[in-house]
């Protein structure tokens, strides 16, 4: 846990309870003195450090000694246009793309995604949260979706789309937005729109399943 966050965070002093203070008093076993570091969500560049003053076997009571100014970002930009798949999934890699620096996912409403399938950004927002204060992270993934490969590629002419029958993407190749297909990939009419794109694929023979491919090509950027 790289920090927590808290509504009143800046302030003085801070009162923790609950779930929070059963994970870090008996899961994290901090005790008094120890610092911990605090973020509102509102000012989420800002670090607050505050000490552990005492607990009274419900509460912790904490003091701030300190603010600072601490970002933690991604060196690189990566948008990716998510053709959509089963939400599930998209829940389990989510935590993931945002470890590896991911700053924007636009879901793709593509000839082969399910129909049933409905995308819940307040639910995908929760799990970002939380994954933030796992890894340190200081901003969410930008999310946004949009109806059709087409719309998505005339908006973003420098994409390269991932699928079969390009070019091996190299290691080196400059790139800020990616098109991951969905299960089953794309049809005929949505092959064609890519044309005027960079198609790539993996240096591999197998077949990768959309998650794979996400996590891999966030990867490259490292």
């Known amino acids: 846990m790289k920090f927590i966050f808290h509504t009143q965070a800046g302030l003085g002093e801070l009162v923790v309870s609950g779930e929070e203070y059963k994970y870090l008093i008996k899961v994290r076993r901090h005790v008094l003195g120890d610092l911990i570091v605090f973020r509102h969500r509102d000012t989420l560049n800002v670090a607050h450090h505050y000490r552990l003053e005492k607990t009274d076997g419900r509460n912790g009571y904490f003091v701030r000694e300190g603010s600072v100014n601490s970002p933690c970002e991604a060196p690189q930009k990566l948008h990716i246009g998510w053709c959509i798949v089963d939400p599930k999934t998209i829940e389990k890699t989510l935590p993931m793309l945002m470890e590896l620096g991911v700053s924007r996912i636009t879901f793709i409403h593509c000839k082969r995604s399910q129909r049933n399938f409905r995308l819940d950004f307040e639910r995908f927002n929760r799990i970002m949260e939380s994954a933030m204060t796992q890894c340190g992270r200081t901003s969410f993934i930008e999310l946004s979706e949009t109806p059709a490969l087409s719309t998505f590629l005339n908006a973003n002419p420098g994409a390269i789309v991932l699928d079969f029958g390009g070019e091996v ?27 005027s794109h960079r198609i790539r694929h ?5 077949v990768l399943r959309s998650e794979t491919a996400a996590v891999a090509i966030a990867s490259m950027r490292l």
């Open 202 to 206: 993996f240096n591999l023979p197998m």
């Open 169 to 195: 993407l190299g290691k080196n190749e400059e790139f800020e937005t990616v098109v991951i297909g969905c299960e089953g990939g794309f049809d005929d009419n949505e092959r064609k729109s890519c044309n």
